[in-house]
């Protein structure tokens, strides 16, 4: 199973952002699909998850959206009001079958 993110960039303040991830290879259903991020000198940490429920990092509530297009193995993370702070690696994660997969990692950086 390979995931492959895209979307990532450099945006001003207050700007929007939507990045993608979609799966491939052998798949027959996916238990959950979300982001982390990273930013330098700090722990991944959870943005937001999709797994029949959603779930969100309080930082981001309110502003960012997670979706999932079950039929493409896709998910979407729309990142709206973009603070200097959520400046990161974004990384796309799914859940198979019990096993943790991780896609490579977006740039994310807001700045003005």
């Known amino acids: 199973v390979q995931l492959q993110a895209s979307g990532g960039g450099l945006v001003q303040p207050g700007g929007s952002l939507r990045l993608s991830c979609a799966a491939s290879g052998s798949i027959f259903s996916i238990n959950a699909m979300g982001w982390y991020r990273q930013a330098p000198g700090k722990q991944r940490e959870l943005v937001a998850i999709?797994?029949?429920?959603?779930r969100y990092a309080d930082s981001v509530k309110g502003r960012f959206t997670i979706s999932r297009d079950n039929a493409k193995n896709t998910v979407y993370l729309q990142m709206n009001s973009l603070k200097p702070e959520d400046t990161a690696v974004y990384y796309c994660?799914?859940?198979?079958?019990?096993?943790?997969?991780w896609g490579q990692g977006t740039q994310v950086t807001v700045s003005s």
């Open positions: 994660y799914a859940n198979l079958y019990g096993t943790n997969y």
């Open positions: 999709s797994s029949g429920s959603t």
